[in-house]
């Protein structure tokens, strides 16, 4: 038997509105710990990582570790029927090849359920190992997403190069160049607002800006999103999920052949 | 040519 309570229920929403249009169907991991996804785009090229921490939830029963297997577009159908302040209830039981999504208004005056059909899904699990980067990029986030959004009017890939002068987003397309530099700025008044970088050596990347776009559909999630770079390794796109978790998003870097 | 590399030569499988 699995109940999840989430108070914050417009999270959730956010979260299938960043996860949907990357992978069609993933299996959601519950455990005592949280509940967890791990999944791959289709071209194995990006690969997301999902935790929500069971203290996040006001009410989390999960007897067993369940795999429910979702296709993400239907599941963010459903949640898009949830008011942003509506409190959401995961239900499903052991056996079950449906889970209900519950949406209960903040003042109890309207309650909905929706049942969705499981499917069963093979997907790989990779391990994640902790890795030391050269460079952290923490920044505003709706910036991000400007600058992956300018760029890719101009070239399909980004340069991430990080000095310490700053972070340069550069791309080159048919009608001609383009650079921006974000310069460290700590922003102490405004904290969300900073952008704060940690080199331990310079570290220049190419990426598909395609993907990098629809990263940034997470932005509605957090004020701030963490870029970390190492050389031949993927970049770490991440934003973190209130104070319960975060969205994780890797991608495997461009290689000069 | 420009590769992008699968995200699977980077993690291990578990």
């Given at each position: 038997?699995?109940?999840?309570?989430l108070?914050q229920?417009g999270?959730?929403?956010?979260?299938?509105?960043?996860?949907?249009?990357?992978?069609?169907?993933?299996?959601?991991?519950?455990?005592?710990?949280?509940?967890?996804?791990?999944?791959?785009?289709s071209?194995h090229?990006?690969?997301?990582?999902?935790?929500?921490?069971?203290?996040?939830f006001?009410?989390?029963?999960?007897?067993?570790?369940?795999s429910?297997?979702?296709?993400l577009?239907?599941?963010?159908?459903?949640?898009k029927?949830?008011?942003?302040?509506?409190?959401?209830?995961?239900?499903?039981?052991?056996?079950?090849?449906?889970?209900?999504?519950?949406?209960?208004?903040?003042?109890q005056?309207?309650?909905?359920?929706?049942e969705m059909?499981?499917?069963?899904?093979?997907?790989?699990?990779?391990?994640?190992?902790?890795?030391?980067?050269?460079?952290?990029?923490?920044?505003?986030?709706?910036?991000?997403?400007?600058?992956?959004?300018?760029?890719?009017?101009?070239?399909?890939?980004?340069?991430?190069?990080?000095?310490?002068?700053?972070?340069?987003?550069?791309?080159?397309?048919?009608?001609?160049?383009?650079?921006?530099?974000?310069?460290?700025?700590?922003?102490i008044?405004k904290?969300?607002?900073?952008?704060?970088?940690?080199?331990?050596?310079?570290?220049?990347?190419?990426?598909?800006?395609?993907y990098?776009?629809?990263?940034?559909?997470?932005t509605?999630?957090?004020?701030?999103?963490?870029?970390?770079?190492?050389?031949?390794?993927?970049?770490v796109?991440?934003y973190?999920?209130?104070?319960?978790?975060?969205?994780?998003?890797?991608?495997?870097?461009?290689?000069?052949e | 040519?420009?590769?992008?590399?699968?995200?699977?030569?980077?993690?291990?499988?578990?």
């Amino acid at each position: 038997m699995l109940e999840l309570r989430l108070v914050q229920g417009g999270l959730l929403k956010k979260v299938l509105e960043s996860l949907k249009d990357l992978v069609n169907d993933a299996n959601f991991d519950c455990s005592a710990s949280g509940f967890s996804l791990q999944a791959m785009d289709s071209s194995h090229v990006a690969l997301v990582a999902l935790l929500l921490r069971s203290e996040g939830f006001e009410h989390y029963r999960c007897d067993r570790n369940l795999s429910l297997g979702m296709n993400l577009n239907n599941m963010a159908k459903m949640l898009k029927c949830a008011a942003n302040d509506d409190i959401v209830t995961i239900k499903a039981d052991d056996a079950s090849d449906s889970v209900t999504f519950m949406f209960e208004s903040p003042n109890q005056d309207k309650i909905a359920d929706f049942e969705m059909k499981l499917m069963d899904i093979d997907s790989e699990h990779l391990g994640i190992p902790e890795a030391e980067f050269q460079a952290i990029v923490r920044m505003p986030s709706a910036e991000f997403a400007r600058i992956c959004k300018d760029l890719s009017t101009i070239g399909d890939t980004v340069v991430i190069s990080v000095t310490k002068e700053g972070v340069k987003f550069s791309t080159r397309g048919d009608i001609g160049t383009a650079n921006i530099v974000c310069r460290q700025n700590p922003s102490i008044d405004k904290p969300e607002e900073a952008t704060i970088i940690e080199m331990e050596e310079p570290v220049s990347l190419t990426f598909a800006l395609r993907y990098m776009n629809s990263f940034t559909k997470a932005t509605p999630l957090a004020n701030q999103v963490t870029i970390s770079l190492s050389a031949d390794l993927p970049v770490v796109v991440e934003y973190r999920v209130a104070e319960m978790g975060y969205i994780r998003f890797y991608l495997a870097p461009k290689i000069e052949e | 040519v420009n590769q992008q590399r699968q995200i699977t030569a980077f993690f291990s499988k578990s």
